[in-house]
């Protein structure tokens, strides 16, 4: 195998362009993949977030590689933008006004991108673009660019779609739907649907968006999965048979990883104003024991209700354990009235916390999580159990991974209250923290969490699968490029 000095020799020459949907969640996995294209393989990276996404970010030049800095001279990671037709931010990103935005998106979206890669001071070799934006692609081709598809969510989910996309997973699904006549997806239930599958008036156009990744994926020359090939074998296996992909994950800072990338220790592109230091969290975390606290997040955007909320706080509580709860500040004035003072000896809440180095502190004992994509991989990554809480979109599916595949977590289970609202029970929260923390199967998770962290970290290391496949989409790029420079 060459060096890799030899290798990024290589690639030197190669520019990419990577494009991702403008949302935390989306950004965070393409970003890093970005960073490790320029750093670990030596190409040129041009990231081509939206104005209004730049407009928001806190030190977005912290992200921006410095030459200097790698050890290839050529590698480089540099900032552009596109628009999508809502540069001041202006936009109403609820149900109602999602389809809108995304017909601005892709019109503003493709002439701007259009217009970067025709300005661009060097050649473009690969459009890299997010599964949401699969007009991307049709730009790419009218430059005569090849294109890759960055799918940021779980194989599992993915292939879902597209059963669902193909018809042969038929909506809506109901209990006779399943076991699913699927190879790779009969161990899935109706409980584990992604909401977009199993509600069928769940956010539609979301719904449609998903479906539509699938539109033209067949045109697209590479197909990137945000995943571990041995963490889901048998979905990718399957999966692979009719969309031939590659396994390039886990996208997460190299500190947390392989650690081959240098000062990488953020995704480094954060969107919300902080309230709360680094320091003062992690200063707060260095006082507690080994495994004690209870870590707590719902992510960038989920919305918990009134009621949920004090659910929450009250079987938080009720542990009478440590805990570290990221609270947004749109969320505070839900939590019930004192809480935070009549707890204040064992809880700190924040409106924002920096996750990996949280995951990372040997005093979390678990994390509460609503089972989003990237934060199931942080957790595994970091060999931190889950008690998963899952809320909408493909996290229902997630929470079945981490509990039935890989068995490094719980899911609780949901009840309704007196107005059919789906709620978790306090004492259904409490019974689950303690499973984890302290429970009879809670040493078998964090073993087998941190077996499946060092699957994950052999993947990405040198030699690993997802190293393999990143080397494969290099090389085969480098192929489609000589031959296109020869036409």
Not at 278 to 295: A, E, F, G, M, Q
Not at 400 to 425: A, C, F, P, S
């Amino acid at each position: 195998m060459e060096s890799e000095e030899d290798e990024q020799r290589n690639y030197a020459h190669h520019h990419v362009m990577v494009v991702p949907y403008p949302a935390q969640g989306h950004i965070n996995p393409m970003l890093n993949f970005s960073k490790r294209l320029a750093k670990s393989y030596g190409l040129e990276v041009t990231f081509a977030t939206t104005v209004s996404i730049y407009n928001s970010m806190n030190n977005p030049d912290d992200i921006i590689l410095d030459p200097s800095s790698s050890s290839s001279s050529s590698s480089v990671l540099q900032l552009a933008t596109i628009s999508d037709g809502f540069d001041q931010g202006d936009v109403d990103l609820a149900e109602s006004g999602l389809a809108l935005y995304h017909q601005r998106l892709e019109s503003e979206g493709s002439k701007t991108l259009a217009e970067l890669i025709r300005n661009s001071p060097h050649p473009i070799d690969c459009i890299i673009y997010d599964a949401f934006l699969p007009w991307a692609l049709d730009v790419a081709k009218a430059f005569g660019i090849p294109g890759a598809v960055f799918f940021t969510q779980a194989c599992t989910v993915n292939y879902l779609f597209y059963c669902v996309h193909h018809g042969l997973l038929k909506l809506p699904v109901s209990p006779s739907s399943f076991p699913i006549a699927v190879d790779g997806l009969q161990w899935l239930h109706l409980l584990d649907m992604p909401s977009y599958i199993s509600t069928e008036d769940s956010y539609p156009v979301y719904r449609q968006m998903l479906l539509n990744e699938f539109r033209n994926v067949h045109e697209a020359d590479f197909v990137l999965f945000n995943t571990v090939y041995e963490l889901e074998k048998e979905m990718v296996d399957s999966m692979s048979k009719v969309c031939p992909l590659l396994t390039i994950g886990p996208t997460i800072p190299s500190l947390y990883s392989d650690k081959r990338i240098k000062g990488d220790n953020d995704y480094g592109m954060n969107m919300f104003k902080l309230e709360h230091s680094s320091d003062c969290i992690i200063n707060w975390l260095n006082t507690k024991p080994p495994r004690s606290v209870v870590y707590v997040s719902f992510g960038s955007w989920i919305s918990l209700s009134t009621n949920q909320m004090e659910e929450l706080a009250l079987g938080l509580k009720a542990t009478k354990l440590n805990f570290l709860w990221t609270v947004r500040s749109s969320e505070v004035s839900k939590l019930p009235r004192k809480f935070a003072e009549e707890t204040s000896e064992k809880g700190l809440i924040v409106n924002w916390s920096p996750q990996l180095e949280v995951l990372a502190n040997e005093a979390v004992g678990c994390f509460v999580t609503h089972c989003g994509w990237n934060s199931t991989l942080e957790a595994l990554m970091l060999g931190v159990p889950m008690v998963g809480m899952p809320q909408a979109t493909d996290q229902p599916t997630d929470a079945k991974i981490i509990e039935d595949l890989w068995k490094i977590g719980v899911r609780v289970k949901v009840d309704h209250d007196d107005h059919e609202e789906i709620i978790v029970r306090r004492q259904e929260i409490e019974f689950c923290i303690r499973e984890v923390m302290e429970g009879d199967t809670a040493m078998q998770m964090r073993m087998n969490a941190k077996k499946l962290a060092d699957v994950a970290l052999q993947a990405i290391g040198d030699g690993g699968s997802s190293d393999i496949n990143i080397r494969d989409f290099l090389s085969k790029l480098q192929l489609l490029t000589k031959s296109r420079n020869h036409i």
